[in-house]
T-cell receptor
C-alpha cells in the first residue's frame, strides 16, 4: 500500500526567509510525487511533480522540491517566503506499478508566513 | 482555458435526504476523479473514471455512495440517505490519463448534513 506522511501540522516562517515543508512517502515501486496548495475555501492547485529524471523539480510561484530516493522524501522548498504563500500544502503519491491512478494524500501542512 | 467546475458550491441538506453533486471536467480529459476532504479523514479517494473502462470504486465508503459519468464528460456523485458523517468538501479532478499526468481539481462542493 502507498502512504504519505507530512510530519508537521504547521510551519511558521518569517517573510523573506527560506521555507521547507516536509514529506516522506512509502510505495513498493518508483513513485510519482506531487505537491498541491489549497487557499481558504478553494480547491487544490497543482504546484509541481516528480515523475522521473532530475531530482530537483521546479514549479509554480518559485517553489521547488527535491526527490530523495534513499530517504524516501520529497520536501517542498522556497528560497524566500512571501506572506501570500500562507496556505495549506498537500503532498501526494501515486505508485504507477499498481495501475491505480488515484492519489494518496498526506494530512496537509499549514504554512504561516509572518510579515 | 476553463478548469474543472463543480456545482453546487454549497449544499445543506437534512439527514436522510439524497443529494447529487455535479462535476464538469476539463475538455479533453478522459480521466475523472472524486475525492472527499473532511476534518477527521483528510483527503480521501472515492471513485475514478477513465474512458469507457469500468470505474475504480474502491474508495466509496458505503453503498449509499454512487457515481456516474455520462458521455465521457460530466459526472454526478450521488449520496443516498445522507448521514451527518457525510458532511465534507467533495472535490472533483480530471486528467489526461497518460503517464505521470497531473490531476487538476475543481473548487469543490461543501456538503453539510444537518
Amino acid at each position: 500500500a502507498q502512504s504519505v506522511a507530512q510530519p508537521e501540522d504547521q510551519v511558521n516562517v518569517a517573510e523573506g526567509n527560506p521555507l521547507t515543508v516536509k514529506c516522506t512517502y512509502s510505495v513498493s515501486g518508483n513513485p510519482y510525487l506531487f505537491w498541491y496548495v489549497q487557499y481558504p475555501n478553494r480547491g487544490l492547485q497543482f504546484l509541481l511533480k516528480y515523475i522521473t529524471g532530475d531530482n530537483l523539480v521546479k514549479g509554480s510561484y518559485g517553489f521547488e522540491a527535491e526527490f530523495n530516493k534513499s530517504q524516501t522524501s520529497f520536501h517542498l522548498k522556497k528560497p524566500s517566503a512571501l506572506v501570500s504563500d500562507s496556505a495549506l500544502y498537500f503532498c501526494a503519491v501515486r505508485d504507477p506499478d499498481t495501475g491505480r491512478r488515484a492519489l494518496t494524500f498526506g494530512s496537509g501542512t499549514r504554512l504561516q508566513v509572518q510579515p | 482555458g476553463a478548469g474543472v467546475s463543480q456545482s453546487p458550491s454549497n449544499k445543506v441538506t437534512e439527514k436522510g435526504k439524497d443529494v447529487e453533486l455535479r462535476c464538469d471536467p476539463i475538455s479533453g480529459h478522459t480521466a475523472l476523479y472524486w475525492y472527499r476532504q473532511s476534518l477527521g479523514q483528510g483527503l480521501e479517494f472515492l471513485i475514478y473514471f477513465q474512458g469507457n473502462s469500468a470505474p475504480d470504486k474502491s474508495g466509496l465508503p458505503s453503498d449509499r455512495f454512487s457515481a456516474e459519468r455520462t458521455g465521457g464528460s460530466v459526472s454526478t456523485l450521488t449520496i443516498q440517505r445522507t448521514q451527518q458523517e457525510d458532511s465534507a468538501v467533495y472535490l472533483c479532478a480530471s486528467s489526461l490519463a497518460q503517464g505521470g499526468d497531473t490531476q487538476y481539481f475543481g473548487p469543490g462542493t461543501r456538503l453539510t448534513v444537518l
